[in-house]
């Protein structure tokens, strides 16, 4: 029996490093087929606000980000530091957001490399060479939680995603009665304005507070389907703003630069004037603005904030 | 011919050089060599002189994990620094030559502008391109820009009519990256921020064997024509009398201004001021003898985009700051430190 023992031991042992190094073909956004771990160890994602998160969130093996420099000269994760309070204390730093530093992350010596088809495309090929790097796309035209899902594929973490996604539905359930009961759910329009073109940016989806609201039954203003169903949001002439007869305007502000509900609005008079008299959002004190890195993300965090914060603002 | 010493190979090849540049260019030879090495050394991963010396002359697959990182990341980007120094630096030498103007330099020309434009337009047309056709298209836009300016300023070759030219063509390109900016969402653009900066830190080997091909296809077409370059110096006029099909070696040396400068536009972005510095430092330390003054430039400019990407990647690590942004810093330090030296150099001639 011993023997046995010892011999399944050894075997075991002679096993994990093929086991280690088991691997599986998955696809990413930007369209190439990757043999990735099946189960990465080390994980360093080139994209804070989207993989980094969404990979701490599902407790996948990461062990290192890209970061960005605060006014003080700190490096932070944005929304890892708003939503988790996840710092480089953690985690390492791999590069600062911008410019990737390829001795770093190689230094990190990872097994599996996330990077974004927005800013790290560019240099697929060199983090191709240090290890397998698949390629995240948030604007890929589909669903946030559908490209979250596929992400935790990528870091074998289906099943925790699968719990989250669970205990968010029971939760949405409860805060659509809890907010509206059996009656009517109101419309939204997610926009945004763009006082350097005078344009406004309307948001097919964005992020977590456009799930949300949509998993809440808010119907959505026409204009949101005139972006692109491959985009994530479209500049639009800034006269399409009387086109919006939503109940409710939800924007996004960045706190750390000063911006507010009011500054927002602001922007708004100098784009289009006289939108407070026309909307009837506007008219009804129904413009809604949520912190930018708490809800941009489409994490089981961020969404949870949203639905914290739409509980405060409107019972 | 004085200061001039005449190098004699057997009885048929003579080749007088200055004695100015018998020193300059051995210590610049020098200079540049003890760079690559340092750089190859300079780095966010602590490397050891044993990992560089691996990476120089070991197989890539029997290198450790240092070692390996100098040779998958630093080789290239240094190679590269060298080489699109000396080319951008030939560049703008046969500009300056062509327009009699010391200024000049590619993206006076456009050149950089009209890669930006094709590589723009064709992320915009065509979102899903993949990433490796965009060197392609880069290298397409710069030389479609140089045969057009080269087209709409035939008769102006001369006199700096030329770069008139090109001054206008870049406005109009200018303005075409603007409406192709405005007309899209900045997401579609991202993926060309880095390089439109004027990077080194995308190089990678396919880069380094681009920019290699074509310098190692023009650097003797350049060295083979330069003595036709001297009777330029003097004027289209005087050439003319001198028997010279100035028209012809004119639009020759644009061309070849537009291919030295293309795979280094394609490679690395528009890096704008190399070969106007470097032009003028190897005027200031060398004189005027075009072939002397190309490759004290060539070498020149590969010392300061060399220094540029090495310091960007490792002054203010983790933060890399591009070579684009470098180089004017860079640069312009080394361009007054040349012009105090250059002027050190005449004061004790005379």
Known sequence: MNYLGLTMGALALVAMPVMAQETRPVTDHAGYTVEIPADPQRIVSLHDWTATVMTYELEGNLIGSSGRLDDAGNYFVRSGRELYDLGFDEIELASVHGELDMERIASLQPDLIIGNVGDTIEFREQLAAIAPTVMFDPMNGRTPLENYRELADWVDRTERFEELNTEYEARVAEVRTELFGDGPVPSYAAIMPNTESGEVRVFRNYGAQSTVLEDLGFSHAAIMDQVPETEQDASFSAEVIAQIDSDYVFLTHISDQGQTLETMMADFDQIAPGYRELLPAARNNRFISMSRFHVYPTTFAAMNYVLDDLLKTLK | ??????????????????????????????????????????????????????????????????????????????????????????????????????????????????????????????????????????????????????????????????????????????????????????????????????????????????????????????????????????????????????????????????????????????????????SYIARRVVGDRPTEVVVTAMLSGGLILLWADTLGRTLFAPIIISAGVMVSVVGVLTFILAARLGQRFSSRED
Not at chain 2, 175 to 191: D, T
Not at chain 2, 250 to 260: D, E, G, N, P, T
Request: hydrophobic share 60%; glycine share 10%; charged share 10%.
């Open chain 2, 1 to 278: 011919m004085n200061g001039v010493v005449v190098l004699r190979l057997g009885r048929h090849v003579s080749l007088p050089m200055s004695r100015r540049f018998l020193l300059v260019a051995p210590l610049l030879v020098a200079a540049l060599l003890v760079s690559m090495f340092a750089a190859l050394n300079l780095g966010s991963m602590q490397t050891s002189l044993a990992d560089a010396l691996a990476a120089l002359f070991l197989p890539q697959d029997t290198l450790g994990d240092s070692a390996r990182t100098v040779a998958l990341f630093r080789m290239p980007r240094i190679a590269v620094a060298v080489l699109a120094g000396a080319m951008l630096a030939a560049s703008g030498y046969l500009l300056q030559v062509v327009s009699r103007n010391g200024l000049a330099d590619p993206g006076i020309l456009g050149l950089s502008s009209g890669a930006t434009v094709v590589v723009m337009g064709a992320s915009f047309l065509y979102p899903a391109m993949p990433i490796e056709n965009l060197g392609l298209l880069a290298l397409a836009g710069s030389l479609g820009t140089a045969l057009l300016v080269l087209g709409l300023g035939r008769n102006l070759l001369s006199g700096g009519g030329i770069i008139l030219v090109g001054l206008s063509i870049n406005i109009v390109l200018g303005a075409l990256i603007e409406v192709i900016l405005v007309s899209g969402s900045a997401m579609q653009f991202s993926r060309l921020v880095t390089w439109s900066r004027g990077t080194l830190s995308t190089v990678d080997g396919a880069d380094l064997r681009l920019v290699l091909q074509w310098f190692v296809v023009l650097v003797p077409a350049l060295i083979l024509s330069s003595r036709m370059l001297a009777p330029l110096l003097l004027g289209e006029e005087s050439a003319r009398a001198l028997g010279v099909r100035a028209t012809a070696i004119y639009a020759f040396y644009v061309l070849l201004a537009a291919a030295f400068a293309a795979p280094v536009v394609a490679a690395c972005g528009p890096v704008a001021f190399v070969g106007l510095m470097s």
